[in-house]
C-alpha cells in the first residue's frame, strides 16, 4: 500500500509516516517547508518528499506509484481546505482521511492496546518517560510522539509489541477517535479556542475521552474538574503525593509527569512501582523541553499559560532569581485568548523581551498583536522590566551579556522555520 502523508513535516503526521514506513507501506509526502521530521524521515528509508502542495506534484508521485490512501494534518485541513491535493484525491477516487483513521488502522490490524496520552500540558513529556520505561525494561513498544527524542525516532513499529504509545492530541477532537485501555490525563486547563470555543466545550471533550477508555490515571485536580464517576480502572493520582519527591529529576513538573508515567507503566506491565521509580530517574529529556543550547541558555516549547509556568518553574530551581525570559507567542489567536493570564506569568523574572508573534492557523479579522501591545498587558511592574524586541543583533548582544553576568536565559517558543528557537540555535550554539 502507498500513503502519501500531507503535512508530512509536523509533529502529528512526521511520526505516524516513519511508523509506516516501518510497517512496509510505501510513503510519500508533501510539506511547505522542511523540517527536523522531514529529515529523520530522510534518514530512515526512500520516501518522496515534495516541498510543495500542488496538483502537479503529487500527481508526478502518483504516475510513478498510485497513491492508495491520502493522509492529511489538521493543519492542512484549516489552512488549505481547498488544498490542490484534495482536488487530486476526488478527481482520481484515492480516500483522504486525518491520521486518526490510519492510527486506528494500525492498531486494529495488529491487535495492539492503546496507550493514550491526553492533556493541556505535559504530553510529550509523558509519553517520552513511558517510551524510556518500555525500553529501559526491554519491553518492544510501537509509539508516537510529538517531540524528538535521544532514545529512539519519533516514531516506530515494533512487531513483537504489545502496546501503542500515542500522544493524543486534544486539538481539532482528535483524540476522542480513540478508545484506549489506558488513558493518562496531563491536565485539563482550557486550550485550543478554535476547536472548543467555551471551557465546558473542552472538559466535555475528556470526559468522553474518559468514558471511552478502561483504565484511566488522573491528578485529583482533574478529576474534580472533569466530575468524573471512580471506579476499579481509576487511579486519581494526589497533587501532593510523596512518591513525587522520591524522583531527582530537576523541575516540579518533570517530577509529575514522571510519577504519572510510572504509574502507566505499573498497570500496563505489573513491574513494581520502585523499579521504575529507578529507571525514569536516568530520563534524558526531550528536545525543546527546557533543552540546553549552551551554559546559561535553554529553550523550551511552553506556549501556554500553564506551560510557561512550569518552565519558568524549572528555571528558577537551577538559578533562582537570576532568569531572563524571551517570549515569542505562538499563534496570535492564542495571545488574544491568554492575554488577560499574561499579567502575573512573568512577575518573578528579571527582564523580559517579547519578541513578534509566531504566526500560524490564525483568524484573519484579529488584529496582529505587536510585542509592545502584549507588553501592556503585563503588570506594572514586569512592564518596567520588559523589552520589546526583534531577533536581531540587538537581541543577541542583550541575551550575551545575560549569559556573562551568569543569568539563565529561557526561550519560549512553539513554532518551527524561523522561529525563536530556530534563531537561538543558529545564533548560540556552540560547535560541536
Not at 482533574?222 to 481509576?234: A, F, P, S
Amino acid at each position: 500500500m502507498h500513503i502519501f502523508f500531507s503535512g508530512i513535516g509536523g509533529s502529528g503526521i512526521g511520526p505516524l509516516s516513519l511508523i509506516a514506513l516501518r510497517m512496509g507501506y510505501d510513503v510519500s509526502g508533501s510539506d511547505k517547508r522542511n523540517s527536523d521530521y522531514i529529515e529523520q524521515l530522510r534518514k530512515n528509508g526512500k520516501v518522496s518528499i515534495v516541498i510543495t502542495q500542488s496538483y502537479d506534484s503529487i500527481s508526478k508521485i502518483h504516475m510513478q506509484n498510485p497513491i492508495d490512501w491520502f493522509v492529511y494534518s489538521s493543519a492542512v485541513s484549516i489552512e488549505q481546505p481547498n488544498s490542490p491535493e484534495f482536488q487530486f484525491c476526488a478527481d482520481h477516487g484515492i480516500m483522504a482521511t486525518k491520521r486518526d483513521k490510519l492510527i486506528k488502522h494500525i492498531i486494529d490490524a495488529k491487535q495492539l492496546q492503546l496507550i493514550a496520552v491526553a492533556g493541556s500540558h505535559g504530553k510529550t513529556t509523558t509519553t517520552a518517560m513511558i517510551i524510556w520505561l518500555f525500553k529501559a525494561l526491554n519491553i518492544p513498544i510501537s509509539y508516537s510522539i510529538g517531540g524528538k527524542i535521544s532514545f529512539g525516532d519519533i516514531g516506530t513499529y515494533h512487531p513483537k509489541s504489545t502496546f501503542f504509545v500515542y500522544e493524543a492530541d486534544e486539538y481539532d477532537r482528535n483524540f476522542l477517535a480513540f478508545q484506549p485501555y489506558i488513558a493518562a490525563i496531563t491536565g485539563t486547563t482550557w486550550d485550543h479556542p478554535d476547536t472548543y470555543p467555551t471551557e465546558h466545550s473542552y472538559i466535555q471533550a475528556f470526559r468522553d475521552f474518559v468514558k471511552q477508555s478502561k483504565y484511566t490515571i488522573v491528578w485529583q485536580s482533574g478529576k474534580e474538574q472533569l466530575d468524573i464517576q471512580i471506579n476499579k480502572d481509576t487511579v486519581i493520582i494526589q497533587d501532593d503525593d510523596s512518591h513525587i519527591m522520591l524522583f531527582c529529576l530537576i523541575g516540579e513538573v518533570n517530577r509529575r509527569n514522571a510519577w504519572q508515567a510510572v504509574w502507566v507503566v505499573h498497570i500496563a506491565t505489573n513491574i513494581s512501582i520502585s523499579e521504575l521509580i529507578e529507571h525514569v530517574n536516568r530520563f534524558p529529556g526531550v528536545s525543546r523541553r527546557f533543552e540546553q543550547i549552551r551554559p546559561n541558555l535553554y529553550t523550551d516549547y511552553a506556549h501556554t499559560p500553564a506551560k510557561i509556568r512550569g518552565a519558568l518553574q524549572v528555571a528558577h530551581e537551577i538559578a533562582g532569581n537570576n532568569v531572563a525570559a524571551v517570549y515569542e507567542g505562538f499563534q496570535n489567536t492564542r495571545q488574544h485568548f491568554m492575554k488577560n493570564d499574561l499579567c502575573h506569568l512573568f512577575d518573578d523574572v528579571k527582564h523580559v523581551y517579547i519578541v513578534p508573534i509566531y504566526l500560524a492557523r490564525e483568524d484573519p479579522g484579529l488584529e496582529i498583536l505587536s510585542p509592545n501591545t502584549l507588553r501592556t498587558f503585563l503588570n506594572d511592574q514586569t512592564q518596567g522590566n520588559t523589552t520589546p524586541s526583534q531577533l536581531d543583533e540587538t537581541l543577541k548582544t542583550q541575551i550575551q551579556q545575560h549569559i556573562n553576568s551568569g543569568d539563565l536565559v529561557l526561550g519560549l517558543s512553539a513554532g518551527s522555520s524561523n522561529s525563536l528557537d530556530e534563531w537561538l540555535r543558529r545564533t548560540f550554539e556552540l560547535p560541536i
